[in-house]
Every structure is written in C-alpha cells, then in structure tokens.
C-alpha cells in the first residue's frame, strides 16, 4: 500500500487529503471535508488535467496575445502543448475566443484567444 499526500484545491478550505493506493487503485481518501475533495483526489491521481494559459506571437505586432486551453488537458500533454504554441504565430486582427490551435496535441482541445486584438 502507497500513501500519497495532497492538498485539495477545489474550495478555499485547503483540506490536507491521504490517499492510500493499492498500485494504480484508490483504496481510500481521508481529509476530505466535502464529497468534491474524493472527487478531486480521484481525478489528480488517476487523469491529472491542467487548464494552459500562454501567449503566442503576433507576427504584424510587437505584442503577444494571451491564449488558452478550451477546457484542462492531460498534464503528461503540458510540454508538448507548449512546444506547439512557441511556434506557432498568428496575425491580429484576432477577437477573444477565435481558434488559435485546434485539437492541442491530439486532445481534442482547442486553443482560444484569451483577449482581441485590433
């Protein structure tokens, strides 16, 4: 049996979560003050998502343009997210929420424009 330590990041609470494993099975959470931490313990243990915040470049602008994921990818994803989204370039004008990259990776998961740019 493993014991792995967390803490839970789904409310302000902060709960301290244990969570004992028996290889790659969850045998039990304790810590948790409400059901959303087991829940949160469960998915950061067994599919660990990040949502990307970055910026790429705008090549008819001295600027940036922040961008994101649509919704969280698989953290095992985040390095080669990130390689994709250094080369990639894009041309303003651009409107908040246009597609940036579609399908990040393979994931399924579109990457947004956080802000317009004129």
């Known amino acids: ?9 789904v ?7 244990e969570v004992t494993l028996d290889g790659e099975r ?18 950061e243990i067994l599919h660990p998502e990040r949502m990307l915040t970055t910026t790429v ?4 602008r001295r600027y940036m343009m922040p961008v994101r994921t649509r919704t969280a990818i698989p953290k095992d994803k985040l390095f080669a997210a990130m390689d994709v ?3 990639t370039r894009i041309e303003a004008p651009v409107k908040i929420g246009d597609v940036i990259v579609s399908d990040l990776c393979g ?12």
């Open 57 to 60: 470049k705008v090549t008819n």
């Open 107 to 118: 994931t399924g998961v579109d990457v947004v424009a956080a802000e317009s740019m004129a």
């Open 11 to 17: 409310c302000p609470r902060g709960c301290s979560l």
């Open 85 to 87: 989204l250094m080369q």
């Open 26 to 43: 969850i045998v039990s959470v304790t810590g948790n003050t409400c059901k959303r931490g087991v829940a949160y313990a469960e998915a």
């Open 1 to 9: 049996m493993e014991i792995r330590k967390m803490t839970c990041v």
